[in-house]
């Protein structure tokens, strides 16, 4: 079908012509207008940016001259920046801008090129003050502006956007040098010179005066959000110094590779998806590990989800160490109370691959270890800050057809025979022990009173015998108290967990480590390398119950002068009482060798629980508390009563962190429960504990700590 011709008046084809006309005339006569007008235009606006810069951030700026060179290119010369009060921030030689005119009609100012010849940036750091602290201040809003909730999606766009948008499509940039001067600890310079041609970056960096050069090359493409940048160092690994200097940890790598594939709006949510990979990085900080850790290739495939009210990175996204990989999500809500949220999951997959995927040096005792089979794992938590308590934890790896082929650096049923133990303190051996039938002081678990054996499983670990290792409720519980608390109070450790520490692992409290102890018990427990009732006998025969006093053999003779077979439950609650802070013992006892008053409610309330269970006939006086008596030859050693002795100092809390010092006298967990002060039955117990002296001078507190000391040290010869 042919479609008919429309046919236009010549009149209306005249009339347009001459509207055409007319417009384009105005727009020429306007940007003559403009064009003239132009220099005057740009120095006012400069004057009035320098103005603002002065009035909102206390900056002194001043341009040596400034003028167009172009129909869009603004060129500008000795261009200094001077936080008042404070160092030199940016001076710049010359500096030429030029912008694209289509996005300027709509407000943007999008960069079309730039050069710079010759300049610095200086951040300063002195004391507690900086010369980029100006970048803290903010100026007051005006009070007739209404307020709104900030849309966290609309932020991530428009930062995002304004990012982009100042990456220009050519750059050259020449003898620019970044410098950061820590008066405390580290100078640093980077000289850099850089080009963008046609979206091909490449640039040379030259770290503290050519001591290494970096290269970080790559594509950009704004416009499409697309951006791909590597990083590598010329002949050496790209490390950076300043982290040994300021934080005393080391960090390098070969190749660092970040990768901005597409960021666009999904929904209500602002997605942003790339990529990021690392090949040989190496990790050195005390914290993490006592050793180099090697990550040999690692990457993110990540998707970050940006919503109005929380940032998340998605299940989509994908981890990869060698050939193991994991799918994480991470979300963090913001409102009237923050919620966290992790989840892990890791398909199955070969068992062989994760172990071989695990950085060099993070698992020395696994080093070499072979197994077959495949595992899977799942990670679940949830905190909502305002109910901590409805924390939600559960982690569970699982075993296909596992089996242990091969051992590696460590044998891991070396504990099923006669072996030596030797103890750590403050990184120094102390003795070595062996535990089996040839010392004297090794006591096999048959041999052991069931009160004390009862005693500190209830105390410790009351479902040792049916758990796999691990408790999830009291880990759930742990970080329930630790979050309220705001700082590591209480830990989640079982029996098999101490255990494995102690025999297995160094002293040295590192994340690597913990995360070690946790995978060895898994192996231990779910491949049944060590029947439940070894493990106990063992944890009794090298568990710290004293100053150099190690297992129940040692300990049973040393208090109380006994065999372990013949412990009374009130001895077996006491030594259960000693076991988070053993190096404390002798300041719950009273100089005539009875215990301290304070401790009847930790028997009471253990010996209750205990009683419940079947495990002891009730006992209303104190479940043997009144019974309880220090050997005769020890209580010389014993402190005044009216000593004031913060025990916190003399031990960790067991669970293999960074120590923290809580200052509660004398006491543990179920001590600072229910106090010190509650009344006692005075019926049956006429004893009384004179009250501190809380008005002491320095010097006498001074003396009391210098005679604690002596008499330690006499304990201490008179164990030898």
């Known amino acids: 079908m042919q479609i008919p011709k429309i046919k236009i008046p010549k009149k209306y084809l005249k009339i347009g012509a001459w509207v055409l006309g007319v417009f384009l005339v105005v727009c020429i006569a306007l940007g003559a207008v403009a064009y003239s007008k132009r220099e005057a235009l740009l120095k006012k606006m400069v004057a009035k940016a320098i103005a603002k810069a002065n009035k909102d951030y206390d900056l002194e700026v001043k341009i040596g001259s400034v003028g167009f060179t172009g129909l869009s290119t603004v060129k500008m010369t000795n261009i200094t920046v001077v936080p008042k009060e404070r160092d030199t921030l940016s001076n710049i030689n010359e500096l030429s801008v030029s912008v694209k005119l289509f996005p300027l009609i709509f407000g943007n100012v999008k960069l079309s090129e730039v050069n710079l010849k010759d300049g610095f940036v200086n951040v300063v750091l002195k004391d507690s003050t900086t010369n980029i602290d100006f970048i803290l201040k903010r100026k007051k809003k005006d009070s007739t502006q209404t307020n709104r909730k900030a849309n966290l999606s609309e932020i991530a766009s428009n930062i995002l956007n304004q990012v982009l948008y100042k990456i220009p499509d050519d750059m050259d940039v020449k003898n620019m040098v970044f410098r950061l001067n820590d008066h405390d600890t580290a100078r640093l310079s980077f000289a850099t010179t850089a080009t963008i041609d046609g979206g091909d970056l490449k640039s040379t960096i030259e770290v503290n005066n050519n001591e290494s050069t970096w290269h970080v090359n790559g594509y950009v493409n704004p416009g499409s959000k697309k951006l791909n940048f590597i ?3 010329d002949g050496k690994k790209l490390e950076l110094p ?13 190749t660092l590779q970040t ?6 709006y999904s929904g209500d949510d602002y997605k942003i998806s790339g990529s990021w990979s690392v090949k040989n990085m190496l990790i050195n900080q005390h914290r993490i590990a006592s050793n180099d850790i090697i990550i040999q290739s690692a990457k993110l495939d990540a998707d970050i989800l940006v919503g109005p009210n929380y940032i998340a990175l998605d299940s989509t996204s994908t981890a990869y160490l060698k050939n193991a990989q994991i799918h994480p999500f991470v979300k963090y809500t913001l409102g009237k109370n923050k919620i966290y949220e992790l989840k892990l999951n890791a398909e199955e997959q070969d068992a062989q691959g994760i172990l071989d995927a695990f950085p060099q040096g993070l698992f020395e005792s696994l080093e070499g270890l072979k197994v077959q089979g495949k595992v899977k794992y799942n990670l679940n938590f949830y905190l909502d800050t305002k109910v901590p308590d409805s924390v939600r934890f559960n982690s569970t790896l699982t075993p296909v057809n596992f089996k242990i082929v091969q051992w590696g650096k460590t044998n891991l049923q070396k504990i099923n025979n006669t072996f030596v133990y030797t103890p750590y303190e403050y990184g120094k051996p102390m ?17 052991i009173s069931k009160n004390f054996i009862n005693a500190v499983l209830t105390a410790e670990d009351p479902s040792f015998f049916t758990h796999n290792g691990f408790v999830e409720e009291s880990i759930r519980k742990s970080i329930a108290v630790n ?9 989640g450790s079982t029996i098999s967990m101490q255990l494995v520490k102690n025999v297995y692992l160094s002293r040295q409290k590192t994340l690597a480590r913990k995360a070690e102890e946790i995978l060895i018990v898994w192996l231990i427990e779910h491949n049944h390398l060590i029947s439940k009732q070894r493990m106990l006998e063992v944890y009794f ?3 710290e119950l004293g100053q150099n006093i190690y297992g129940i053999g040692e300990a049973s003779r040393y208090y109380f002068g006994k065999q372990p077979a013949d412990l009374t439950i009130g001895d077996g609650l006491f030594l259960a009482s000693i076991v988070p802070k053993p190096k404390a013992s002798m300041y719950k006892f009273m100089a005539d060798g009875s215990l301290k008053p304070y401790m009847f409610n930790y028997f009471r309330f253990m010996g209750n629980i205990m009683a419940r269970k079947g495990l002891t006939p009730g006992d209303t006086s104190g479940y043997g508390f009144y019974n309880v008596r220090l050997r005769e030859g020890l209580r010389r050693y014993l402190a005044p009563d009216t000593a004031v002795v913060d025990t916190s100092a003399f031990d960790d809390d067991g669970d293999g962190l960074p120590v923290v010092i809580v200052h509660d006298k004398n006491k543990s967990f179920f001590d600072r429960l229910f106090g010190s002060g509650a ?4 019926t049956t117990n006429k004893q009384t504990t004179a009250p501190a002296d809380t008005t002491k001078t320095k010097k006498q507190l001074r003396q009391e700590r210098r005679e604690e000391r002596r008499r330690q040290k006499e304990l201490e010869k008179a164990q030898q």
């Open 483 to 491: 979050f309220k608390e705001k700082k590591f109070k209480r830990g």
């Open 679 to 682: 009344k006692k039955d005075t």
């Open 259 to 264: 990768e901005l594939k597409n960021a666009k």
């Open 541 to 543: 025969n090298i568990m």
């Open 431 to 447: 003795r070595d022990i062996t535990i089996g039938p040839s010392n004297p002081n090794f006591t096999p678990l048959s041999a």
């Open 231 to 233: 990083a590598y160092a």
């Open 242 to 254: 300043y982290l040994n200097s300021k934080l005393h940890a080391k960090l390098s790598f070969d």
